[in-house]
């Protein structure tokens, strides 16, 4: 994830954006810095239900306890939202995962008032299924 920014300069970076064209560019950028996902893991069960669009999202611990993300989409704004999400999650470990609430995040990005209810309803389907994941791995 050396390509993808922390939180707080993805939080810089999307003030800087001047309008929502600009952020959705942004959005759609952040997808394209994603480490491709290999083929084999676009399979059933790393397929998130609850999506409009394809989304695949693999998640493996690391030996250090943290948890490594991979993920990608079908959609290039979807798949910017995947980078989104995994930067907050970055280098958290499980226990981190499922305490930690996104939502603020989002918030401060105004990015769900502006996501159409079917993307935001992904979205949320994305980090339940994270979270659903992390626990398993607690």
């Not at 084999?40 to 998130?48: C, G, K």
């Not at 994305?126 to 791995?137: D, E, G, H, K, W």
Request: hydrophobic letters at 40%; one cysteine or more; proline letters at 4%.
């Amino acid at each position: 994830m050396a390509t993808l920014p922390d939180k707080d300069k993805l939080l810089r970076n999307f003030s800087r954006c001047a309008n929502w064209e600009e952020k959705y560019l942004y959005i759609i950028e952040l997808g394209q810095r994603l480490t491709p996902l290999e083929d084999s893991a676009h399979s059933p069960e790393n397929i998130i239900q609850g999506c409009q669009s394809q989304v695949w999202i693999v998640m493996q611990r690391n030996d250090d306890g943290s948890i490594e993300l991979r993920g990608d989409s079908d959609a290039a704004i979807v798949k910017g939202l995947i980078a989104i999400v995994f930067i907050l999650y970055h280098q958290m470990t499980a226990q981190d995962i499922v305490a930690f609430d996104v939502r603020p995040w989002f918030e401060k990005m105004a990015l769900t008032q502006h996501l159409t209810p079917s993307r935001s309803q992904g979205l949320e389907a994305m980090i339940r299924a994270i979270r659903t994941q992390a626990l398993s791995f607690s």
